[in-house]
C-alpha cells in the first residue's frame, strides 16, 4: 500500500477500513542467506538497504521484543552532520543526505525536521574549537554558522546569557540539523524490508551463535534452530553479550543514558539547543512535550532505566541555562541501554569468523547515523568489502592503536565520550 495525502483522504472519508499492517508477522524459515539480529534502527536499515540496493531479499531480521522497542524508540531524536574528525565526518554527512531523501525512499512521514542545531560555547578557547569545527564541517560540504553572542540572542532569546559560570559566548549554528520521528524510522525501514521480503520476526531471541570449521552456520533462537550463510550482530546495548555467544570479547560497555519530556507546551524552543559545558540539551516534539536529556548514568548497566542522582543534574542544568523551563511538568523520564566504545566511534566490520559481520559502538549518537550505518552494514555483508563512508570503522583499531577516531578528545574512556 503506497501512502499519499489522497489516500488519507480517501481513509478518512471511508470509515479508515482500507488500512492494512505495516508488515507481515511470519514464521520463521529454516535456512536464510542473511540473519540480522536486532530490529533497532540498524538492523531495520541494513535489512531494507540490503534487499533494495543489493537484491538480497532472503534475509530475516531477529528480535527479541518488538520492532522499535530497543533505543530505536527511545532516543531524543536528534539528527545532526557536525563531526570533526576525517572518518566521522564523511559518515554523518552521507548520513545526512540520505535522511533528506528518507521519507520519498521509504513513502513513509518520519517526520524529519530541519529545524536547526545550536551548540553553546562559554570561553574564547571554545570559541576557537568551534570555529575548527565549523570550518571541518563546511570542508565536508555540511553547513555551519558561528554566531556571536547577539547572533545566539536572536535565535533563542529565553536563554540566561548572564549566568556567573557559563555566561553564553556565542553558538556554532548547524542549520540542516533537526530531529526526526524515532519510531516513524523505525516502522518506515520495517515497512520497506519487508515490502522487499525481508522476514522480521519479533519475540525471538537470538541464545546462540553456530561456528563450524571458524564459519558460522547459523544461530540458536527461542524459536529453534536457524540456518544461514551470514549473521550481522546489530544488537547496539546487547553487543558483549551476544558477540561473547561467538567466543568474542568486544571493547564495548553498556551505560545507561536517560531523558524527559514535560508536558505539551505552545511552542518556545525552535530549535535543538546543545549546552555541553552543562551536559544539557534540549528540543521541543511536535506534540509541544520539551525534550531533553543529559550526560550518562556514569556506571555500567543493562538495565533500561536510570538513576536519580543524573536525573537532578539534568534538571539543575536545564535551569541554570534557561531558567523559564522550571515552570513546566515533567511527565516522564527513560533510559536505554547504550553501547560505548573506547574512542567514542562506531564499529562496522567483519569478525574474525566467517561470515560473521559485527555493527556497534554507537554511543549516544546512534540514531542519526540510522540510515548511512544500515547502508554502509549492507554493503559490507553484500560485497565483502567496507563502503568508503565506514571504511575507519574497523574493529582492531582498539588493538593496533591505528585509525583511533576520539572525536570528544577524552581518551581511551568509555563512559566519558
Ligand atoms: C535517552 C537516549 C537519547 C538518545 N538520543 C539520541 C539522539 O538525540 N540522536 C542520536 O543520534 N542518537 C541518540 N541516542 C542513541 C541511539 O538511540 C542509539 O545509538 C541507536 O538507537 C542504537 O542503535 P539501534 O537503533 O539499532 O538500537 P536498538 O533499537 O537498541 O536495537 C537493538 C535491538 O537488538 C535487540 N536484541 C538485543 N539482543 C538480542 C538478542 N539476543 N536476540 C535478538 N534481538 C536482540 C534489542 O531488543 C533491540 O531491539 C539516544 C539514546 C538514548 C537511550
Request: glycine share 14%.
Amino acid at each position: 500500500m503506497r501512502f499519499s495525502g489522497l489516500r488519507v483522504l480517501k481513509e478518512g472519508l471511508t470509515g479508515n477500513t482500507g488500512w492494512t499492517p505495516h508488515w507481515r508477522d511470519p514464521e520463521p524459515k529454516s535456512d536464510y542467506d542473511v540473519i540480522i539480529i536486532g530490529g533497532g534502527g540498524h538492523g531495520l536499515s541494513t535489512a531494507y538497504y540490503l534487499a533494495r540496493n543489493h537484491g538480497i531479499t532472503n534475509v530475516a531480521v531477529l528480535e527479541k521484543g518488538y520492532v522499535g522497542g530497543g533505543n530505536v524508540g527511545r532516543n531524543t531524536t536528534i539528527v545532526r552532520a557536525n563531526y570533526f574528525l576525517p572518518g566521522n565526518s564523511e559518515f554523518y554527512s552521507h548520513s545526512l543526505k540520505l535522511w533528506e531523501g528518507l521519507e520519498h525512499d521509504l513513502n513513509y512521514n518520519v517526520m524529519h525536521s530541519q529545524r536547526g542545531l545550536i551548540n553553546l560555547f562559554h570561553s574564547d578557547g571554545q570559541r576557537d574549537a568551534f570555529a575548527r569545527r565549523g570550518n571541518a564541517m563546511i570542508n565536508q560540504g555540511d553547513d555551519a554558522v558561528l554566531l556571536d553572542r547577539e547572533g545566539v540572542r536572536k535565535h533563542l532569546p529565553y536563554l540566561d546569557f548572564d549566568n556567573t559560570r557559563f555566561p553564553v559566548y556565542g553558538g556554532l549554528l548547524h542549520p540542516r540539523g533537526g530531529t526526526a520521528r524515532h519510531d516513524a524510522v523505525a516502522w518506515g525501514y520495517a515497512r520497506g524490508a519487508d515490502t522487499r521480503g525481508v522476514d522480521l520476526i519479533q519475540n525471538c531471541e537470538v541464545t546462540g551463535i553456530d561456528i563450524e570449521n571458524g564459519t558460522v552456520k547459523g544461530v540458536q533462537t527461542t524459536r529453534g534452530t536457524i540456518r544461514a550463510k551470514k549473521v550481522a550482530m546489530v544488537v547496539a546495548g546487547r553487543s558483549g553479550q551476544v558477540a561473547a555467544m561467538a567466543g568474542m570479547r568486544l571493547p564495548i560497555e553498556s551505560h545507561i543514558l536517560q531523558a524527559f519530556v514535560t508536558e505539551g507546551i505552545k511552542p518556545v524552543i525552535n530549535h535543538v539547543v546543545s549546552f555541553g559545558m552543562g551536559h544539557f540539551y534540549i528540543s521541543q516534539s511536535d506534540k509541544g512535550g520539551l525534550v531533553f536529556g543529559g550526560d550518562l548514568d556514569f556506571y555500567a548497566s543493562y538495565a533500561q532505566r536510570g538513576n536519580l542522582p543524573m536525573m537532578e543534574h539534568v534538571m539543575e542544568a536545564g535551569m541554570t541555562l534557561m531558567p523559564m523551563i522550571g515552570k513546566a511538568k515533567v511527565l516522564r523520564s527513560w533510559g536505554g541501554v547504550m553501547d560505548m566504545s573506547p574512542d567514542g566511534s562506531p564499529v562496522i566490520d567483519k569478525t574474525d569468523i566467517g561470515g560473521l559481520f559485527l555493527n556497534c559502538g554507537w554511543n549516544y549518537g546512534g540514531f542519526k547515523a540510522v540510515p548511512a550505518s544500515g547502508w554502509a552494514t549492507a554493503h559490507l555483508i553484500a560485497t565483502g568489502t567496507p563502503h568508503d563512508t565506514a571504511a575507519g570503522f574497523r574493529l582492531d583499531r582498539f588493538r593496533t592503536g591505528r585509525g583511533l577516531m576520539d572525536e570528544e578528545g577524552t581518551g581511551s574512556q568509555h563512559n566519558l565520550h
